[in-house]
C-alpha cells in the first residue's frame, strides 16, 4: 500500500509539475499571441519576426487621400525621436529620448495621462552618447501569475527599469552597464524585447571603447539569466568551438580573442544597439553586431571578431548556434546591428527556405538560412555602393562569405593620416537602425534608405575609459549623379536580390516603414513628413508634422476605427546638427575639442562639416526644412 502510494504520489507530482509547464509555456506565448491581434501593437517591431506589418485594412489605397489629425501629443523633449508607441487595448504608452520619461495615454480620452514615470538620470550620460540621446521605445510583457503586466525600459544611463502597466510604479530596476554616470563609456539606447520569461537588452558605446554584448534578465524580478559579449573568450562569448559555426564550419577556439592584436578585444566595439527578432519553432535570437573600436582600422589589425556579425543564439542559455561576420575588419563603421527579418518558405534558386534577411549599414541585403545560416543572397541594395564589389559566393572559395574590397577606398590599405575619398555608402550606410518592413501580400520589402557618400580618414587616437575612442574624420555629401537626393524609399525582392522600384527623397529615409493589407505603406522624412505610397511606389498621401520624423510609423484599431501613429521629433546620427546644436561653429568646435583627441580639424567650414562624425556637414540643409520638436501624431479616417 505505501509504494502504490508513493507510486501514486510520483505520478501526481509529475502530472503536476507537467501542468506548470504546460501553464509556463502558454504564458510564454502570450505576447506572440497579443501580436497576432492587429488592433494593438504590442512589440516595437509589430512581431518577433520584425515584419513591421499590419492586417488592419480600413485604411486603403483609395481612401488614404483623406487621412487627417485626431489628436496630438507633446512629449515635452526637443531632441531625436525614435521608435514609437505600444498599443494594448485602451493604453497606448509613450516614450521619449532622454530623460526618457514615460507615458501612459487613455485612447478613450484624445491620450490623457494616466501615468507618467519621469527617471533621475545622470546628466553626464548626455554628452557620451554619440549620435543624439535617442531611445527607440518600451517594450511589453503581459501577467504571468502573480507578477503585474509590466512596461519595461532602458534608460540612457544603461539601467533597465521594470514598470507596473497599470500603474507605472517600479516593479524592480538593474543596471545593465557597469555603471551609471557615463564613466565607460556606456549607454542604452535600444528596445528590450521580451522572449519567453525574459527580457533582451543590448548595449550602446563602441565610440567609447565598449565590449558589446546581449544580456537576459529574468522578468519576474530582473536577474541576469545570461550575458553574452560580442568579443573574448569562449566563456564570454558564449560560442562552442565545435558546435558554432559561420558558413557551415565550426569557429574553432577562442574566436572571439584570436583575430585581434593582443587585448584589443577587451575594447573592441561590437556593441548591441539595433533590433532583436526571435523564431519560436528554432528556439533562436537574431541581432547583429556593431562597429569594432576604434574608426582607425590601422591600430586594430585582424578580422576583429565577432564585431559586424549576425548572432543566431538560442533563447534559454544564450548560447551561440552560429554566427557570419558581415564585414570583416570594418574599416568605415558600418555596424551591422540593423534588424533581422524573419520569413518562412522563400524560394531561392529553386528551393525553399526559412529566411532572415537584413539589410546592412555596408549597402549589401543578405539572405539566408536561418536554422544553418547558410548564405542565400548578398546583394547591394544601392547602385552606388562601391568599398566592395561583391561577396564572394563561392563556398570553395577561401574568400567565401567576405566582400571584395576595392583598394581605392579601403582606408586600411590607404593608410593612417590619409584622406580616403568618394566612398560610398558613408559611415552611417545604406540603410542605419530605421526598420524595413515586409508584406507577405507583395513578397517583397519596403527598406528606407540613405543615399550618401563621404571621405574618410583615420587617425592614431588612445583608449580612456569613458572618453571617445573614435580615431577617424569623415565628411559626407549626395551620392554622385542624380539630383543629389540623400535618400531613397525601395521595394526589394529579398529572394533575387533585385531593387524592384525606387522612390528618391531629398534626404535620408531615416524612419521605419510600415505595410499593411490596406495595400498602402507608410514612412516619414527628415523634413517631417509622414507619407503613404501603394504597392508600385506611387505617392497617395503625405502631411507636414511639426518636426523631422525619425520615429517608426505604428497603426492600431480602436472602437472599430483603424488609426496611424509617429512620432516626430528631427534627431538621430542625421539629424544630430539640430538636435546637438552643431551648426554653431563654437559648439562644433567644442565637439571636436571633446572627441579628436587634439587632432586640428582644418577651418571653421572643416570644423563644422565634419562635426557629429561627419553628419553635420552633409545635412546642413536640413536646417531650411524642420526644427527641434516632439510630437506624437495620430492620423484617422474622417468620421
Known amino acids: 500500500m505505501r509504494a502504490l502510494t508513493q507510486a501514486t504520489y510520483i505520478a501526481t507530482t509529475t502530472a503536476l509539475l507537467s501542468l506548470g509547464a504546460l501553464y509556463t509555456a502558454s504564458a510564454n506565448e502570450e505576447l506572440a499571441k497579443m501580436a497576432k491581434n492587429p488592433k494593438d ?12 506589418y499590419s492586417t488592419l485594412k480600413q485604411i486603403t489605397k483609395d481612401n488614404v487621400k483623406n487621412l ?4 496630438t501629443f507633446s512629449t515635452g523633449v526637443l531632441r531625436g525621436h525614435e521608435g514609437g508607441p505600444l498599443i494594448i487595448g485602451d493604453v497606448m504608452y509613450v516614450h521619449t529620448p532622454f530623460p526618457n520619461t514615460v507615458y501612459a495615454l487613455d485612447l478613450n480620452k484624445d491620450g490623457k495621462i494616466l501615468w507618467k514615470y519621469e527617471p533621475k538620470q545622470d546628466t553626464n550620460v548626455i554628452p557620451i552618447m554619440c549620435c543624439d540621446t535617442v531611445n527607440r521605445g518600451v ?3 503581459p501577467a504571468d501569475g502573480d507578477r503585474p503586466a509590466l512596461v519595461i525600459l532602458n534608460q540612457a544611463d544603461t539601467t533597465v527599469v521594470a514598470l507596473d502597466a497599470k500603474t507605472g510604479k517600479v516593479a524592480w530596476s538593474v543596471k545593465n552597464g557597469e555603471n551609471i554616470d557615463g564613466g565607460k563609456g556606456e549607454s542604452g539606447t535600444s528596445a528590450p524585447v521580451v522572449v519567453k520569461d525574459k527580457v533582451l537588452v543590448g548595449v550602446s558605446g563602441a565610440e567609447f571603447g565598449v565590449r558589446g554584448w546581449l544580456a537576459a534578465y529574468d522578468l519576474k524580478d530582473g536577474k541576469l539569466a545570461w550575458k553574452a559579449y560580442s568579443e573574448g573568450p569562449d566563456a564570454d562569448t558564449l560560442l562552442d568551438p565545435e558546435k558554432t559555426t559561420q558558413l557551415g564550419k565550426p569557429v574553432g577556439k577562442d574566436s572571439g580573442t584570436n583575430t585581434w592584436e593582443g587585448e584589443q578585444w577587451k575594447t573592441g566595439g561590437g556593441t548591441t544597439w539595433g533590433w532583436y527578432s526571435y523564431d519560436p519553432k528554432l528556439n533562436l535570437i537574431y541581432y547583429g553586431t556593431g562597429n569594432p573600436s576604434t574608426w582607425n582600422p590601422v591600430q586594430r589589425p585582424g578580422d576583429n571578431r565577432w564585431s559586424m556579425t549576425i548572432f543566431a543564439r538560442d533563447a534559454d542559455t544564450g548560447k551561440a548556434k552560429w554566427v557570419y561576420q558581415m564585414t570583416p575588419h570594418d574599416e568605415w563603421d ?5 534588424e533581422m527579418i524573419l520569413v518562412d518558405g522563400m524560394e531561392v534558386k529553386g528551393k525553399k527556405h526559412d529566411v532572415l534577411v537584413h539589410f546592412d549599414r555596408n549597402g549589401f541585403a543578405y539572405t539566408m538560412d536561418r536554422a544553418t545560416g547558410e548564405l542565400l543572397v548578398a546583394k547591394k541594395y544601392d547602385p552606388a555602393v562601391n568599398w566592395a564589389t561583391e561577396v564572394n559566393m563561392d563556398p570553395n572559395s577561401k574568400e567565401y562569405g567576405r566582400p571584395q574590397v576595392v ?6 590599405q590607404n593608410g593612417e593620416d590619409t584622406n580616403s575619398s568618394g566612398i560610398c555608402p558613408a559611415a552611417l550606410g545604406t540603410k542605419d537602425q530605421q526598420p524595413a518592413a515586409y508584406s507577405p501580400k507583395t513578397g517583397l520589402f519596403y527598406v528606407p534608405t540613405n543615399h550618401v557618400c563621404m571621405d574618410y580618414e583615420p587617425y592614431k587616437v588612445s583608449y580612456t575609459a569613458g572618453q571617445p575612442y573614435v580615431g577617424a574624420t569623415v565628411s559626407m555629401y549626395p551620392a554622385p549623379g542624380g539630383d543629389g537626393n540623400m535618400g531613397n524609399f525601395i521595394a526589394w525582392d529579398a529572394a533575387k536580390g533585385e531593387i524592384v522600384w525606387s522612390k528618391p527623397e531629398q534626404f535620408s529615409v531615416w524612419s521605419g516603414a510600415l505595410a499593411t493589407a490596406g495595400d498602402v505603406i507608410f514612412y516619414g522624412t527628415l523634413e517631417g513628413y509622414i507619407k503613404a505610397v501603394d504597392e508600385h511606389g506611387k505617392e497617395l498621401y503625405k502631411f507636414k508634422t511639426p518636426s523631422g520624423i525619425i520615429g517608426n510609423v505604428t497603426p492600431f484599431e480602436h472602437n472599430g476605427k483603424q488609426y496611424i501613429a509617429v512620432l516626430s521629433g528631427v534627431g538621430g546620427w542625421a539629424g544630430i546638427g539640430l538636435a ?5 561653429p563654437d559648439n562644433a ?36 526644412y524642420t526644427t527641434l520638436g516632439g510630437q506624437l501624431t495620430i492620423f484617422g479616417l474622417p468620421d
Open 41 to 52: 501593437w504590442v512589440m516595437q517591431t509589430g512581431d518577433y519576426a520584425n515584419t513591421r
Open 68 to 71: 487627417q489629425v485626431k489628436w
Open 139 to 141: 517594450a511589453y510583457a
Open 334 to 338: 558600418y555596424d551591422g546591428i540593423n
Open 407 to 412: 583598394a581605392k577606398y579601403s582606408t586600411q
Open 580 to 584: 546637438g546644436g552643431l551648426l554653431s
Open 589 to 624: 568646435a567644442a565637439w571636436h575639442g571633446a572627441v579628436d583627441q587634439g587632432r586640428a580639424q582644418g577651418d571653421q567650414a572643416a570644423v563644422v562639416g565634419t562635426a557629429g562624425l561627419g553628419a553635420v556637414g552633409g545635412y546642413a540643409a536640413l536646417a531650411d
